[in-house]
T-cell receptor, first 110, second 116 residues
Framework: GQQLNQSPQSMFIQEGEDVSMNCTSSSIFNTWLWYKQDPGEGPVLLIALYKAGELTSNGRLTAQFGITRKDSFLNISASIPSDVGIYFCAGIDSGYALNFGKGTSLLVTP | GAVVSQHPSRVICKSGTSVKIECRSLDFQATTMFWYRQFPKKSLMLMATSNEGSKATYEQGVEKDKFLINHASLTLSTLTVTSAHPEDSSFYIC????????????FGPGTRLTVL
């Protein structure tokens, strides 16, 4: 598999601010996923995207599957302290394995 | 739905011993299970892909005789770290996929292995 390019690597924001992170790859993926991982826990699926151009929301989270199928972004609106964690993008390849980004570490101050 | 469990959650063992980690899909049948390894502050690294009833497919650089994978049923896969050494200490996470038409993968809570 390949390692996806995920940015930013880390973010330090104040509660109430909006957050945006993105992922790019050199390969086309048919599915993009966004996960959140808390320390010492496994990743939890936040949003799954199946079609190029698809825009999907889950509460304060919004994610889009890029038209080129080589990128995706995740937005978090009105951040709260419990949004703290590491966010990973992942693309599913033809072998159904996940190719992960390096993660975006999010810190939210009250 | 789509709950994946792992056992144990953490294990400490002596160098040279073998450790078995179980991954179970609790409310769905998993055609495929995946095993990942994660180092501190790093992303997940795929170790192997496990399909029920067949041999696991290992990623390049992962020793199949060192990391034995058995996917005996549609709800259980096991990873055995044989003759563990301190460098095998890591966070091991499994994930499960329900079927080929459903691309979402659900992760277990992970197993923290410490080899003394």
């Amino acid at each position: 598999g390949q390692q996806l390019n995920q940015s930013p690597q880390s973010m330090f924001i104040q509660e109430g601010e909006d957050v945006s992170m993105n992922c790019t790859s050199s390969s086309i993926f048919n599915t993009w996923l966004w996960y959140k991982q808390d320390p010492g826990e496994g990743p939890v699926l936040l949003i799954a995207l199946y079609k190029a151009g698809e825009l999907t929301s889950n509460g304060r989270l919004t994610a889009q599957f890029g038209i080129t199928r080589k990128d995706s972004f995740l937005n978090i609106s009105a951040s709260i302290p419990s949004d703290v964690g590491i966010y990973f993008c992942a693309g599913i390849d033809s072998g159904y394995a996940l190719n992960f980004g390096k993660g975006t570490s999010l810190l939210v101050t009250p | 739905g789509a709950v994946v469990s792992q056992h144990p959650s953490r294990v400490i063992c002596k160098s040279g011993t073998s450790v078995k980690i179980e991954c179970r899909s609790l409310d769905f049948q998993a055609t495929t299970m995946f095993w990942y390894r994660q180092f501190p502050k790093k992303s997940l690294m795929l170790m192997a892909t496990s399909n029920e009833g067949s041999k696991a497919t290992y990623e390049q650089g992962v020793e199949k005789d060192k990391f034995l994978i058995n996917h005996a049923s549609l709800t259980l896969s096991t990873l055995t770290v044989t003759s563990a050494h301190p460098e095998d200490s890591s966070f091991y996470i499994c994930s499960a996929r329900a079927s080929r038409s459903y691309n979402e993968q659900f992760f277990g809570p992970g197993t923290r292995l410490t080899v003394l």
